[in-house]
């Protein structure tokens, strides 16, 4: 499973980079409001951390003008993934992207017949929205499974990317429903490792070991 950091704050993305575990970045307009900062300058930045799909979305709208900002996004790096709403004119846009080799991740899914029709459209990723289906009272995982098995049915490429993850659960029932790729936020990439008993067990070795006095150096 890829896993990608739903986040524009690049100096966490530098440190959680360094592990070696960050396969991508996602954005969206929310997140560079966030970060107070310009939006071009801020994905050159990502893009320079991370070697993988960076997602940057449009503002427009219309198709014609999703086009001309996606290849305004798409030209300041190889690995920008232009992100574009589920919507007729995002759709038209993502046609047109994919005729021109430019990937393209359709965001605000939140239903199975809107990622077929992406998938369709030729999208590199499609963005399922878990968290905020929980957060209306529908089971999000559920989403993931009907696109899955639709998109295997039909053999489509576009990758699942598990997207408004909240919880390491998210990310293991994304995992077992057969996502491609989860976007998450920095604390649950970081929880993903962590768990008490890994902490209590360690602590209980070395406080044995101590009592050995031995060296293994
Ligand atoms: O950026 C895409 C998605 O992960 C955002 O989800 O619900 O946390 O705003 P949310």
Not at 138 to 167: H, K, N, P, V, W
Not at 186 to 213: C, I, M, N
């Amino acid at each position: 499973m890829q896993l990608f950091l739903d986040t524009t704050d690049t100096a966490v993305l530098a440190e959680l980079a360094q592990t070696g575990l960050l396969d991508g970045v996602t954005t969206n307009p929310t997140l560079i409001a966030r970060s107070g900062r310009p939006m071009l300058e801020v994905i050159k930045e990502i893009c320079d951390i991370v070697e993988g799909p960076v997602s940057a979305e449009v503002a427009a709208t219309d198709t014609a003008t999703m086009i001309k900002e996606g290849e305004k996004l798409a030209a300041i790096a190889t690995n920008v993934v232009v992100k574009v709403p589920l919507t007729w004119d995002g759709l038209k846009a993502v046609r047109i992207f994919s005729e021109s080799g430019i990937m393209t991740n359709v965001t605000l899914c939140f239903s199975a017949m809107q990622a077929m029709m992406a998938a369709k459209a030729g999208a590199t990723f499609i963005s399922p929205f878990v968290g905020r289906l929980d957060d209306h009272g529908a089971d999000g995982m559920d989403l993931i499974q009907e696109i899955r098995a639709i998109y295997d049915t039909y053999d489509f490429d576009t990758e699942i990317l598990a997207a408004s993850i909240r919880t390491v659960v998210h990310v293991k029932e994304a995992a077992l429903f057969g996502a491609d790729c989860a976007t998450i936020p920095p604390q649950v990439f970081r929880d993903l490792v962590k768990h008490p008993l890994t902490d209590r067990g360690l602590e209980a070795f070395l406080s044995d070991w101590a009592k050995t006095g031995q060296s293994i150096l």
